[in-house]
Structure formats: structure tokens, C-alpha cells
């Protein structure tokens, strides 16, 4: 009997199709921190989540798919909405170490599905819902941020650092080399915002970023209170 080259070729072309669209692939992730007391201060100000004001130390902004050239997949799929009950196990953590702080008070949930559809679905290959979260919650209780620096003499006393000292003292607590992003504050001090870690596509281990976000810092940066 002649092969069926045609009905072949159709199906191997819908595999391939159906692989492109399923695998969404990415490069590293950024695990972003910022510290409240730079949210806070700004201009525009800032709103304590509904269970109270946060404790004293960096909290989550994201676990951010990247690519090695700076840029990064967002909003890989529509159809996979934030779904709370898949970690309503990890609800007292993700109260105390991804707070929203963004107006009007809120309880986590529109900032948890905001970094869940927008970032977290890119990737969905590697992470399902509960996995993603409980991967940021991990890597932040494994990088204490505020003691390193804490470590170094660096404290957020509204005092002055310099990035140096700051991103130094990063690389030796952590073994690697931080992103430092900055703010103004409402008296137009560049000040400590966010602190970029890059990290595996399993999620589990640092590695050295590939390429760093820019920083908009000044060599002198302030440590608000908070
Ligand atoms: C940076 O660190 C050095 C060495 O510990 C210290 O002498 C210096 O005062 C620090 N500079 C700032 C601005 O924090």
C-alpha cells in the first residue's frame, strides 16, 4: 500500500505547532524584593494592605520570566486565571512576604493574580500555579535581604550608602550579583527600591544574571525607614 505522505506531513506539521504554543519558553527569572519604605515615601504614597501594616523587611514584587537579551514573555495565557484556592495553604506567607502596598488597601489577591497572569503563566512549562507561588515564597526565605545588608553595617535608617557598598555587600551574603533599582523619594533622594536576583528556570538555584535592569541610581543612595 502507498504511504500516506500527505496525511504524514499534516500531522507532524500539527505537532510542531502544537509544541510552539505550548512551551513557552524563557531564559532565567528575575526574583524581584523591593523595600517598603521606599514604595512608601514617594510622591504618590502608598496604602497598607488590609491585614495591617507590613513587618520591617523586603517583601516579593515578582518572579519575572526573562530572556538573555533583556526582554520577557508576559500575559502566555489567557485562559489560566488566578485561582486563590490553589493557595490557600500559603495565604499566612504570602500575607507576610508579598504584601501589596498599592492604593486603595487591598488584600493581596488583585496584586497576587496581576504577577500570576502577567508574568507567572510564561512560565507555566516549568511551574504550575501553587508551584510558582511556593517557589518565590522559597527563594525568599532562603535570601534574607535585610540581614546581609544588616550584616554590613548597611541599615534602613534613612541614612546614605553607597550603591557599591550596597550591591558588595549583596554579592557576598548571596554569591552573586544583584540589580539594584532605585526611587525618588518626595524630597527627590535617590533612594534603595528594588534588589533583582536572578535565578534557574527550575526556580531553584541563583545564577548570575544574564543581563542586569537598569538601575537609575545615584553612587549615593538613601535606606529609608520604614
Ligand atoms: C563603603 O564601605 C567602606 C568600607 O567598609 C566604608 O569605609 C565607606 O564609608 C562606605 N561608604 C559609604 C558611602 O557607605
Same mark, same amino acid.
Given at each position: 500500500? %502507498?504511504?500516506?505522505? @500527505?496525511? #504524514?506531513?499534516?500531522?507532524?506539521?500539527?505537532?510542531?505547532? $502544537?509544541?510552539? /504554543?505550548? =512551551?513557552?519558553?524563557?531564559?532565567?527569572?528575575?526574583?524581584?524584593?523591593?523595600?517598603?519604605?521606599?514604595?512608601?515615601?514617594?510622591?504618590?504614597?502608598?496604602?497598607?494592605?488590609?491585614?495591617?501594616?507590613?513587618?520591617?523587611?523586603?517583601?516579593?514584587?515578582?518572579?519575572?520570566?526573562?530572556?538573555?537579551?533583556?526582554?520577557?514573555?508576559?500575559?502566555?495565557?489567557?485562559?489560566?486565571?488566578?485561582? %486563590?484556592?490553589?493557595? @490557600?495553604? #500559603?495565604?499566612?506567607?504570602?500575607?507576610?512576604?508579598?504584601? $501589596?502596598?498599592? /492604593?486603595? =488597601?487591598?488584600?493581596?489577591?488583585?496584586?497576587?493574580?496581576?504577577?500570576?497572569?502577567?508574568?507567572?503563566?510564561?512560565?507555566?512549562?516549568?511551574?504550575?500555579?501553587?508551584?510558582?507561588?511556593?517557589?518565590?515564597?522559597?527563594?525568599?526565605?532562603?535570601?534574607?535581604?535585610?540581614?546581609?545588608?544588616?550584616?554590613?553595617?548597611?541599615?534602613?535608617?534613612?541614612?546614605?550608602?553607597?550603591?557599591?557598598?550596597?550591591?558588595?555587600?549583596?554579592?557576598?551574603?548571596?554569591?552573586?550579583?544583584?540589580?539594584?533599582?532605585?526611587?525618588?523619594?518626595?524630597?527627590?533622594?535617590?533612594?534603595?527600591?528594588?534588589?533583582?536576583?536572578?535565578?534557574?528556570?527550575?526556580?531553584?538555584?541563583?545564577?548570575?544574571?544574564?543581563?542586569?535592569?537598569?538601575?537609575?541610581?545615584?553612587?549615593?543612595?538613601?535606606?529609608?525607614?520604614?
Amino acid at each position: 500500500m %502507498k504511504p500516506n505522505f @500527505s496525511l #504524514l506531513s499534516k500531522l507532524l506539521i500539527l505537532q510542531y505547532l $502544537s509544541a510552539l /504554543c505550548l =512551551s513557552q519558553d524563557f531564559d532565567f527569572f528575575y526574583f524581584v524584593q523591593q523595600w517598603p519604605g521606599a514604595y512608601c515615601d514617594t510622591r504618590q504614597s502608598c496604602c497598607y494592605p488590609k491585614t495591617g501594616k507590613p513587618v520591617a523587611d523586603f517583601g516579593i514584587h515578582g518572579l519575572w520570566p526573562n530572556y538573555n537579551d533583556g526582554s520577557w514573555p508576559s500575559n502566555c495565557d489567557p485562559d489560566s486565571v488566578f485561582d %486563590k484556592s490553589q493557595i @490557600s495553604e #500559603l495565604m499566612s506567607s504570602m500575607n507576610e512576604k508579598w504584601p $501589596s502596598l498599592s /492604593c486603595p =488597601s487591598s488584600n493581596g489577591f488583585r496584586f497576587w493574580s496581576h504577577e500570576w497572569e502577567k508574568h507567572g503563566t510564561c512560565a507555566e512549562s516549568e511551574l504550575d500555579q501553587r508551584e510558582y507561588f511556593e517557589t518565590a515564597l522559597k527563594l525568599k526565605e532562603k535570601i534574607n535581604l535585610l540581614q546581609i545588608l544588616k550584616d554590613a553595617d548597611i541599615e534602613p535608617d534613612d541614612g546614605f550608602y553607597s550603591l557599591e557598598n550596597i550591591s558588595d555587600a549583596i554579592k557576598k551574603g548571596t554569591g552573586f550579583t544583584p540589580g539594584i533599582e532605585c526611587n525618588k523619594d518626595s524630597a527627590h533622594n535617590s533612594q534603595l527600591y528594588q534588589v533583582y536576583l536572578c535565578v534557574d528556570t527550575s526556580g531553584s538555584n541563583l545564577i548570575e544574571c544574564p543581563i542586569l535592569p537598569s538601575s537609575r541610581c545615584g553612587s549615593n543612595i538613601q535606606f529609608p525607614k520604614f
